[in-house]
């Protein structure tokens, strides 16, 4: 039997290959969109779940009120909490991972991933160790303990316990090697001992000092809500909310009033990867958003792929629908026709499923490339999934059009009457308009995504950046920088090529979050801080609104003068910005307001541009240590010697020994909006996709209702029917179904696009006409479709189909 079915299907296949090429088109486009997302969705889902610590250690980030959510914590705030509250059973400090130039004898190499932590780091992050043991390894300031990758690097095949590294002038010894090649996680190369001692002797009080970042380990099933009011209460209302308002004088209502309410947030290692209010731990945080929006479209099109194949399998009924009704005359049970359309449906899908593999091989470098991932089609680690998917196509596409085909009458089906049932014409319509519904939307939406995309990247920044280049210290500990900067000034300014020099904290592109309250008359808000030398707004070219630019000429501009941004003006209710005083709560300084600068975009345009605060370097001192770039404006005509001998002196006289790294600003801020350029890159390769799968299965569709009507073409034309005529008798359906699906398809599209455009404070007003050419070009499609194949209809010899008659 089994067979005999195999041959009824590849005849089949055969006498129709239309269809059969486009359910195969489309159930490997639709599989192949499946399977690269559930890769994506798989490693994602993967980051900390090696860690048997994953459900009850968690990342403290701080809600500052004010739309910003802080990944980092004070010194006391772990030991209070752990002195408190018996839930906490542990708490972790590490400070920023970074990257150093390791020295081992006479060899040396630049390495990322060095981190400092607090002693108890292997036992919120219990690493296997390959050599030595993590007990007790970080009680010693002068031990290390590097990954297996670190090992290689420096030793080779070489044993590296024992071994002396220098790292940034120190001495350290290789105390253990670690391995976390298997594991997507928190992941250090190499991990050294913060001096605790040292950090609570100087930070014990400093509530305020969100320095490091802050995990906890809770008792199993001890986290709730209540624990976390309780611990917000003990935390920032008795330890910094009644304290400051007692020494300002004022009530803990009017405190929090004026200051705001600080939050503390618990995030678990097992989720925070993807749902993370703060930054993700040392690994970043993944794109939810990107993952939800590629999740839901690739089940669109498969979807849409499987709806083809229904389409055409209940058009094909016409044509099979007497074998069906002869095999139930013969005596066949409808469970035996239901297998055996089941198994025609399995045939095609196994062979799509195939196509799907080799596919998204091939096309699996591009698209770690879009992700910035190395992500691996590995059959035996996905089997579960891809057994999922293939027996989800299977099901959806085979099983319908195996129930349909096999409820039929013998009696009914004999006489031929199948072709102009009420249900099968629904059932084609129905799933006919589901298609024009989405491709709708796609279309639509993908012309909206392209406005506001091209609206950011025309618009203007506020700031003029070109030919200006960022070069980033490496060793970001080194509390010479501003000296090196000073050096960087005198000695590269006479190099070809180079018209300014500067530095600043602001630099577009690049996210940092320096801020503190500013109050004036009683009036609080939170300031972004931006320390910079005298020329950096005009090496940008920020404009000045009113009043004067700092000047190293006028001694008090290093002492208490600054630059306000319009957005701060604004906000505080300054109508006389010029001369006004105001504090700041970096060390209760007062300052004096003497210029007012165009607001200009830093952080892209999904955020809003914040209250900013500009001044010079030496007006706060300690904030010399947070200069971490220069700015060097490059003759456009001289670039490329420009930048070798940049290069060059900076590697001889500033960093010796460490790589040179810059980047073009411009660009740097185009990083900004980078995810949503892709998202019209997807929109416009998945709106191609969706149209061409919609349209095949609109012209396999008619292709099927008019070769079952071809007499009735015959006898038309034989009764002096125009082409005009009959190709308009075959459109206007359609085109009625399409109209009907697109006018459904708008309102959800733009409630849809409208919560999209919500992610950006700047964006475009929602426009109309996208939905009107939404609405022409896709009828225009449909009755080009739809008439190419009915004129062809029109054109064929009507004896063919009359000589019988």
């Known amino acids: 039997m089994l067979q005999n079915w195999i041959k009824i299907a590849f005849r089949n296949f055969a006498k129709n290959k239309l269809a059969a090429f486009i359910n195969i088109f489309g159930l490997t486009i639709g599989m192949v969109g499946v399977i690269l997302t559930i890769l994506y969705w798989k490693d994602e889902l993967s980051y900390n779940q090696w860690n048997p610590q994953k459900e009850n250690v968690y990342q403290v980030v701080h809600d500052m009120g004010s739309g910003d959510f802080w990944s980092s914590g004070t010194i006391p705030q772990g030991p209070k909490m752990k002195e408190i509250f018996p839930e906490v059973e542990d708490y972790l400090y590490i400070n920023w991972m970074g990257s150093a130039l390791v020295q081992s004898g006479k060899k040396s190499a630049y390495l990322d991933g060095l981190l400092p932590a607090t ?53 350290y010894i290789v105390r253990g090697v670690f391995d976390n090649e298997a594991a997507s996680s928190e992941l250090p190369e190499a991990v050294i001992a913060l001096n605790w001692d040292e950090l609570w002797r100087d930070y014990s009080t400093a509530w305020g000092n969100y320095q490091y970042k802050l995990y906890v380990k809770l008792q199993p099933e001890s986290y709730s ?22 020494e300002g004088g004022v009530t803990p209502e009017q405190y929090i009033e004026k200051f705001g309410e600080t939050k503390m947030i618990f995030d678990k290692l097992s989720e925070m990867r993807l749902f993370s209010l703060g930054d993700g731990g040392t690994m970043g945080k993944g794109n939810v958003s990107l993952l939800y929006i590629m999740t839901a479209l690739s089940i669109v099109i498969l979807l849409l792929s499987c709806v083809n194949f229904i ?30 359309f089941m198994f025609e449906s399995f045939i095609l899908c196994v062979f799509a499923f195939v196509l799907a593999l080799a596919l998204s091989e091939i096309i699996l470098p591009y698209y770690n490339d879009y992700l910035n991932k190395s992500l691996k089609l590995e059959f035996g680690s996905m089997l579960g999934y891809l057994s999922l ?100 000034k005198q000695s590269f300014k006479n190099i070809d090529g180079i018209e300014e020099i500067s530095s600043g904290m602001r630099v577009p592109g690049y996210i940092s979050s320096n801020s503190s309250n500013l109050e004036y008359l009683g009036k609080s808000v939170q300031t972004t801080n931006s320390a910079m030398d005298y020329n950096y707004l005009d090496l940008l070219k920020v404009k000045l609104v009113k009043g004067r630019k700092l000047s190293p000429e006028i001694s008090s501009d290093t002492l208490q003068n600054i630059l306000a941004n319009e957005k701060l003006v604004k906000e505080l209710g300054l109508k006389e910005p010029l001369g006004a005083e105001v504090q700041s709560g970096m060390n209760n300084q007062k300052f004096k307001i003497v210029g007012v600068v165009q607001d200009y975009f830093v952080e892209g345009f999904q955020n809003e541009i914040r209250p900013t605060i500009f001044y010079h370097w030496k007006l706060v001192s300690w904030q010399k240590y947070n200069l971490q770039a220069v700015l060097f404006k490059i003759n456009p005509e001289k670039t490329e010697s420009t930048l070798e001998e940049i290069e060059k002196r900076w590697k001889t006289q500033i960093e010796p020994g460490y790589p040179f790294q810059y980047k073009f600003v411009d660009q740097q801020f185009a990083r900004t909006y980078q995810q949503y350029q892709n998202q019209k890159i997807i929109f416009f390769i998945l709106t191609i996709t969706v149209i061409t799968i919609a349209l095949l299965g609109l012209f396999g569709l008619v292709s099927f209702i008019i070769e079952q009507r071809m007499r009735e073409i015959s006898i038309r034309k034989t009764l002096g029917a125009s082409q005009r005529n009959i190709v308009f008798m075959f459109s206007k359906k359609y085109i009625i179904i399409a109209a009907i699906s697109i006018l459904c398809s708008i309102p959800i599209t733009f409630y849809l696009m409208q919560k999209w455009l919500e992610n950006f404070v700047f964006r475009i007003d929602m426009p109309l006409w996208p939905y009107v050419m939404g609405l022409i070009v896709l009828l225009c499609l449909a009755l080009f479709v739809v008439s190419i194949r009915a004129f062809k209809a029109t054109r064929s010899n009507s004896v063919k189909y009359l000589k019988y008659e």
């Open 389 to 488: 998917v293939l027996g989800f196509v299977i099901l959806i596409s085979g099983l319908f059009p195996a129930l349909y085909l096999s409820k039929f009458q013998p009696l009914e089906v004999l006489k031929g009457n199948f072709s102009r049932s009420k249900s099968g014409v629904w059932v084609r319509n129905a799933l006919m308009g589901f298609q024009f519904f989405i491709s709708a939307f796609f279309f639509i939406g993908g012309l909206i995504v392209y406005l506001q995309v091209n609206y950011m990247m025309t618009r203007d920044l506020g700031f003029n950046a070109d030919q200006t280049i960022v070069v980033y210290f490496n060793n970001y500990t080194d509390t010479l920088k501003y000296n090196k900067y000073e050096l960087i």
């Open 119 to 171: 002693v108890n780091f292997f036992e919120f992050f219990p690493f296997k160790f390959i050599e030595g043991s993590s007990k007790d390894i970080l009680n010693n300031q002068q031990n290390i303990a590097i990954s297996k990758k670190w090992a290689t690097q420096l030793f080779e095949n070489q044993s590296a316990l024992g071994k002396i590294l220098k790292i940034k002038d120190k001495e």
């Open 311 to 340: 389409n055409l399998s209940t058009a094909n009924a016409m044509k099979r629908a007497k074998e069906v009704g002869v095999r139930k005359a013969l005596g066949a049970q409808r469970k035996n026709v239901i297998f055996q």
């Open 225 to 246: 809500p209540d624990l976390m009011k309780k611990i917000n209460h003990e935390i920032f209302y008795v330890n910094q909310v009644l304290p400051n308002s007692k």
